[in-house]
């Protein structure tokens, strides 16, 4: 008997004290519409919850906003789910939750196309937080952010703070990772100015200087031909052809030309940043689910 | 037995109490009362899409209890029209008339489907609808807000004589209200806008190459042509000039000459056409902040 009424009030004890946010059937569907997809009506629990509750004091309300700011993520509305993160760090009452939020609007933002944004609040957070677990996850992120607007040297520096943190030691930072970002902080980009120049004085010149050999021939063999025409009509004494062929002919292929040798550097610098970005972030990828299993 | 008795009882109120406990502090967020108070915040909000779905959830909920199912309906399909679904606006206004002939929201439903009709640019549908419906509308206010809004319609056909006409024969109370002035205003200016004559432009550009697009303010393109037809027309007649009716470069350059010379005096046409669009588009876009302010 006794058994039986320890066992009774026990579970009345658990039940007693699970937090509120358990039974809350706005959140309850919420959660249920946002993991089957359903990111529409999800959305609409999760206001339902903030309508109802605004007075609240705990982070359940910032939680609801963190939701629906990831709902509109998932449904391509990217400045409403930025909007609704704003809003989820301002109801956040405690600093970590703060923080925490934060992270996540940079994580957004980056996905977004905005990294020097996200940049700017991670920076922020490893700054003024108090929480050295987010202070390094958002040393993590920045350095994230950095690959996407290619800026070696920051991400360098924020890796090394999250790899290296003083007080684990036992985390280094990938060697091929090391080995990467230098690489690209002593990559040789071309000159889009430089190509535009090489091309003026010989054309197609530019755009092998930039890697791209076919249409550098393609524009040298064009040009001289045109160019040919236009001095031999000059040379026999016939301006208006001559006229005719500088307006129509050679000049539009040689102002073409002098235009895509500038294209073609900075297509060749992009192609050279997206390149190691891309095998940085396959590495990255691999470390973090790594770590996340370990964790688990 | 007696201490089991008492235990149980114990344990029986303890759990009652927890049941009224959990749900004494939570609101009901599906009290028909509740989403009511959700779809207005909701619709204030501006979240229009989805404050209609809690209207209709609101109907759901308490079949039998809305003596006001008119008013909701109508608030249904204001959501629809704001949230720029027309066809379901009007369907859910059309509810209101069809199912409540005595309703006050009667004059209204009539005006926001001629509206609906408007906003999805059905200028017919909404004038044929207009039409219908003044002589079924009580007051004066719901029959002058349908006058304003068939003259309206003439405006955005650009039909500016019978936009003039009609909101001139309003009666003088009619007449003296603002929205009508000043739609009659944006009526008479239409009428009046210094459009540039296809004819003209035509003939210019036939007689000087170019000319009839410098007349429609395009005076970079008017000179391209010129220069154009000018060289190769040059071209044409260097060739006949030397070689006579046999030339080969006559031909080329005549064939080339004739086609650039006929697409000047299409292209100036069109120009003008533009160039009418242009200031009609114009004038519409301050039509249409003007009745987004009267007619909201």
């Given at each position: 008997m006794l058994v039986l009424n320890k066992f009774l009030l026990s579970g009345i004890i658990l039940i007693w004290t699970l937090p509120g946010i358990k039974h809350d059937m706005a959140l309850f569907f919420g959660e249920r519409f946002f993991n089957s997809e359903n990111y529409y009506d999800a959305i609409t629990e999760y206001k339902r919850y903030i309508f109802f509750n605004?007075?609240?004091?705990?982070d359940s309300i910032s939680h609801a906003y963190y939701k629906i700011g990831l709902a509109c993520f998932h449904l391509g509305q990217s400045d409403k789910a930025i909007s609704e993160l704003r809003k989820s760090i301002q109801a956040a009452h405690s600093a970590r939750m703060q923080d925490e939020r934060k992270i996540d609007l940079a994580v957004v933002l980056i996905a977004s196309g905005n990294p020097k944004a996200a940049e700017f609040i991670l920076i922020k957070v490893e700054m003024f937080s108090q929480i050295p677990e987010l202070k390094k996850k958002a040393a993590f992120f920045r350095g994230v952010a950095s690959l996407y607007s290619y800026d070696w040297e920051q991400a360098d520096e924020a890796f090394h703070v999250y790899f290296n943190d003083l007080e684990e030691?036992?985390?280094?930072?990938?060697e091929k990772l090391e080995s990467l970002l230098e690489r690209a902080q002593n990559m040789k980009y071309r000159s889009p100015k430089l190509a535009k120049i090489l091309s003026a004085i010989l054309p197609g010149s530019g755009q092998i200087y930039a890697g791209d050999w076919r249409n550098g021939l393609n524009a040298l063999l064009l040009n001289f031909a045109t160019g040919y025409f236009f001095v031999d009509d000059i040379l026999q004494r016939q301006y208006q052809d001559a006229l005719f062929n500088a307006l129509f002919i050679f000049g539009r292929f040689y102002r073409g030309n002098r235009y895509h040798a500038k294209e073609a550097a900075i297509k060749y610098n992009e192609r050279l940043n997206q390149n190691i970005s891309s095998r940085i972030l396959e590495i990255l990828e691999g470390k973090y689910s790594d770590e996340k299993n370990k964790r688990n | 037995m007696k201490h089991f008795k008492s235990t149980s009882i114990f344990l029986c109120l303890l759990l009652i109490h927890q049941f009224l406990f959990a749900h004494g502090h939570?609101?009901?967020?599906?009290?028909p009362e509740n989403i009511l108070r959700f779809a207005e915040h909701l619709f204030q909000e501006g979240d229009y899409l989805r404050a209609a779905s809690e209207f209709l959830r609101y109907l759901y909920y308490s079949d039998s209890i809305p003596t006001h199912r008119d008013s909701v309906y109508y608030k249904i399909g204001l959501c629809y029209r704001l949230g720029e679904d027309y066809q379901k606006s009007v369907n859910y206004f059309q509810k209101v008339i069809d199912d409540y002939?005595?309703?006050?929201y009667l004059d209204d439903s009539h005006f926001q489907i001629a509206y609906s009709h408007f906003l999805s640019g059905k200028y017919e549908e909404s004038l044929s609808f207009a039409a219908e419906s003044l002589s079924q509308i009580k007051r004066e206010a719901g029959r002058l807000k349908l006058q304003q809004l068939t003259g309206l319609n003439y405006i955005y056909q650009k039909q500016w004589r019978l936009a003039v006409d009609h909101l001139s024969s309003l009666e003088n109370r009619a007449k003296l209200n603002a929205l009508s002035a000043s739609l009659l205003h944006f009526a008479k200016q239409g009428e009046q806008l210094p459009r540039k004559s296809k004819f003209l432009a035509g003939l210019m550009s036939a007689i000087v190459p170019g000319t009839g697009k410098m007349y429609c303010h395009r005076t970079g393109d008017g000179l391209v042509s010129l220069l154009t037809i000018g060289l190769t027309g040059w071209q044409a007649y260097d060739g006949f000039h030397e070689k006579?009716?046999?030339?080969v470069k006559g031909w080329i350059f005549g064939t080339i000459t004739t086609f650039f010379y006929l697409g000047n005096i299409y292209g100036s046409v069109v120009a003008v056409n533009v160039y009418n669009q242009q200031l009609e588009d114009k004038l519409l876009r301050e039509v249409g902040v003007t009745i987004h302010v009267s007619f909201k």
């Amino acid at each position: 008997m006794l058994v039986l009424n320890k066992f009774l009030l026990s579970g009345i004890i658990l039940i007693w004290t699970l937090p509120g946010i358990k039974h809350d059937m706005a959140l309850f569907f919420g959660e249920r519409f946002f993991n089957s997809e359903n990111y529409y009506d999800a959305i609409t629990e999760y206001k339902r919850y903030i309508f109802f509750n605004s007075e609240k004091e705990d982070d359940s309300i910032s939680h609801a906003y963190y939701k629906i700011g990831l709902a509109c993520f998932h449904l391509g509305q990217s400045d409403k789910a930025i909007s609704e993160l704003r809003k989820s760090i301002q109801a956040a009452h405690s600093a970590r939750m703060q923080d925490e939020r934060k992270i996540d609007l940079a994580v957004v933002l980056i996905a977004s196309g905005n990294p020097k944004a996200a940049e700017f609040i991670l920076i922020k957070v490893e700054m003024f937080s108090q929480i050295p677990e987010l202070k390094k996850k958002a040393a993590f992120f920045r350095g994230v952010a950095s690959l996407y607007s290619y800026d070696w040297e920051q991400a360098d520096e924020a890796f090394h703070v999250y790899f290296n943190d003083l007080e684990e030691r036992s985390q280094e930072m990938p060697e091929k990772l090391e080995s990467l970002l230098e690489r690209a902080q002593n990559m040789k980009y071309r000159s889009p100015k430089l190509a535009k120049i090489l091309s003026a004085i010989l054309p197609g010149s530019g755009q092998i200087y930039a890697g791209d050999w076919r249409n550098g021939l393609n524009a040298l063999l064009l040009n001289f031909a045109t160019g040919y025409f236009f001095v031999d009509d000059i040379l026999q004494r016939q301006y208006q052809d001559a006229l005719f062929n500088a307006l129509f002919i050679f000049g539009r292929f040689y102002r073409g030309n002098r235009y895509h040798a500038k294209e073609a550097a900075i297509k060749y610098n992009e192609r050279l940043n997206q390149n190691i970005s891309s095998r940085i972030l396959e590495i990255l990828e691999g470390k973090y689910s790594d770590e996340k299993n370990k964790r688990n | 037995m007696k201490h089991f008795k008492s235990t149980s009882i114990f344990l029986c109120l303890l759990l009652i109490h927890q049941f009224l406990f959990a749900h004494g502090h939570q609101e009901n967020y599906y009290k028909p009362e509740n989403i009511l108070r959700f779809a207005e915040h909701l619709f204030q909000e501006g979240d229009y899409l989805r404050a209609a779905s809690e209207f209709l959830r609101y109907l759901y909920y308490s079949d039998s209890i809305p003596t006001h199912r008119d008013s909701v309906y109508y608030k249904i399909g204001l959501c629809y029209r704001l949230g720029e679904d027309y066809q379901k606006s009007v369907n859910y206004f059309q509810k209101v008339i069809d199912d409540y002939p005595y309703s006050d929201y009667l004059d209204d439903s009539h005006f926001q489907i001629a509206y609906s009709h408007f906003l999805s640019g059905k200028y017919e549908e909404s004038l044929s609808f207009a039409a219908e419906s003044l002589s079924q509308i009580k007051r004066e206010a719901g029959r002058l807000k349908l006058q304003q809004l068939t003259g309206l319609n003439y405006i955005y056909q650009k039909q500016w004589r019978l936009a003039v006409d009609h909101l001139s024969s309003l009666e003088n109370r009619a007449k003296l209200n603002a929205l009508s002035a000043s739609l009659l205003h944006f009526a008479k200016q239409g009428e009046q806008l210094p459009r540039k004559s296809k004819f003209l432009a035509g003939l210019m550009s036939a007689i000087v190459p170019g000319t009839g697009k410098m007349y429609c303010h395009r005076t970079g393109d008017g000179l391209v042509s010129l220069l154009t037809i000018g060289l190769t027309g040059w071209q044409a007649y260097d060739g006949f000039h030397e070689k006579g009716i046999k030339s080969v470069k006559g031909w080329i350059f005549g064939t080339i000459t004739t086609f650039f010379y006929l697409g000047n005096i299409y292209g100036s046409v069109v120009a003008v056409n533009v160039y009418n669009q242009q200031l009609e588009d114009k004038l519409l876009r301050e039509v249409g902040v003007t009745i987004h302010v009267s007619f909201k």
